[in-house]
């Protein structure tokens, strides 16, 4: 499986900007799709996922409230809504593949898009 994550870009704090990350292949056997984001000189950090085949969805405490993950099993697509975005969430964000259940455990994702660069300005 392939990922492509793609609408990143610069924008001013209280902005909105969607990300999408489509699969190259059927998600059969995938348990949940992510995201996570790094910035400069920080470690890789979850940001939300959601279950592909139940739907559930968990955020990080910090986007709770302002970033919204969706998926869409037919076009092997996860999203995420980002709105009222602040300069502190400046990251590259990465979206990922995950067949297990541990889903806020970055190691234990099985596939990773090349990452999205997101920008805000203040």
């Known amino acids: 499986v392939q990922l492509q994550a793609s609408g990143g870009g610069l924008v001013q704090a209280g902005g909105s900007l969607r990300l999408s990350c489509a699969a190259s292949?059927?998600?059969?056997?995938?348990?949940?799709m992510g995201w996570f984001r790094q910035a400069p000189g920080k470690e890789r950090e979850f940001v939300a996922v959601?279950?592909?085949?139940?739907?559930?969805?968990y955020y990080a405490d910090s986007v709770k409230g302002r970033f919204t993950i969706s998926g869409d099993n037919a076009k092997n697509t996860v999203y995420l809504q980002m709105n009222s975005l602040k300069p502190e969430d400046t990251a590259v964000y990465y979206c990922?593949?995950?067949?297990?259940?541990?889903?806020?455990?970055?190691?234990?994702?099985?596939?990773w898009g090349q990452g999205t660069q997101v920008t805000v300005s203040s």
């Open positions: 990922a593949a995950n067949k297990t259940p541990f889903i806020y455990t970055l190691g234990t994702y099985n596939y």
């Open positions: 292949a059927q998600t059969f056997g995938i348990y949940a």
């Open positions: 959601i279950s592909w085949n139940g739907g559930s969805t």
